[in-house]
């Protein structure tokens, strides 16, 4: 009876498990929504102002060029990984900590490296480090356009004092609830546009080209940064619902053959009583 007691048990932790994961996918199903709309919402948005400002800037004069677009040797880079405050999203925080640590090791091994985490993991994982100038895991409680133009701000100031010769982003590009695609994006300087995709650019200016230039870059720098900072929060509902769908799949498997053990090994000992009470009465009759 002590293994039928053990058995019960183990069913009733998996199913409070079970509850516990068939909650939080349903609560990463209603935030997926909202955060998935707000990304679609803004996506081509920024990813026009992005190209029209990059068009721009390669337009200019070297002399009257953005201290945005300043290119100049790369020395130190500063690294952004964007991860969640929370776990429980299956291989979402750990894919960027590698992507980030891959940077390190092999894209940038000669640079002097320095982090500004978005995300406690991204923290955790890098503080051991010293390396970490700011952790900014505090965005997410107030994901606002506003509060993430406050750390674009501080990027852009990083760079233009030459803290900083390089800003990369890296993070989670939401494409469905089950995919997540790795980012490693460029933030300073701003990218070039390659090729002639400027060439057939035809707008009047008013007052002056460098000066429009020179308003909207910021603009387009903050909004390249929340845009990042929406995908990875999309991201993250969308791989925590998978991972929460996935644990409460597996819970329900092992809770039926739990509860199929349990039957047997029930079985076999009420057979073993009757055998016993068989054998007793054969025993008297005799």
């Known amino acids: ?160 004092s030459g803290e900083v010769d390089k800003v990369v982003l890296v993070y989670n590009k939401f494409k469905n609830a089950a995919t997540q695609e790795i980012m490693t994006e460029q933030f300073l300087p701003i990218v070039p546009v390659e090729g002639d995709a400027n060439v057939n650019l035809d707008y009047i200016f008013e007052p002056s080209k460098v000066e429009i230039v020179e308003q909207l870059i910021p603009k387009s720098l903050k909004t390249q940064l929340y845009k990042a900072i929406r995908d990875s929060f999309a991201s993250e509902h969308g791989a925590r619902m998978t991972a929460m769908h996935k644990a409460t799949d597996n819970a329900t498997e092992l809770r039926d053959q739990l509860k199929l053990t349990y039957n047997k090994a029930r079985q076999a000992s009420i057979t073993n009583e009757i055998l016993e009470i068989v054998g007793g009465a054969e025993a008297l009759n005799n």
Do not use: C, W
């Open 1 to 160: 009876m002590a293994n039928l007691k053990e058995i019960r048990n183990r069913i009733s932790s998996v199913s409070s498990t079970m509850q516990i994961t068939s909650a939080m996918k349903m609560v990463s199903a209603a935030k997926l929504k909202k955060a998935q709309d707000a990304i679609t919402a803004m996506r081509p948005y920024a990813d026009k102002l992005t190209e029209l400002l990059q068009g721009l800037s390669a337009t200019l004069d070297a002399d009257s060029g953005s201290k945005y677009a300043n290119q100049r040797e790369v020395k130190k880079v500063l690294l952004v990984p964007i991860t969640s405050n929370r776990g429980l999203a299956g291989a979402f925080n750990s894919n960027i900590i590698k992507e980030t640590t891959k940077l390190v090791s092999e894209t940038y091994a000669n640079q002097e490296i320095s982090y500004l985490t978005i995300g406690k993991k991204a923290n955790d994982a890098f503080k051991k480090s010293k390396k970490v100038i700011a952790n900014k895991s505090e965005v997410y409680d107030d994901l606002t356009f506003d509060n993430v133009a406050v750390i674009a701000e501080h990027l852009m100031d990083k760079f233009v």
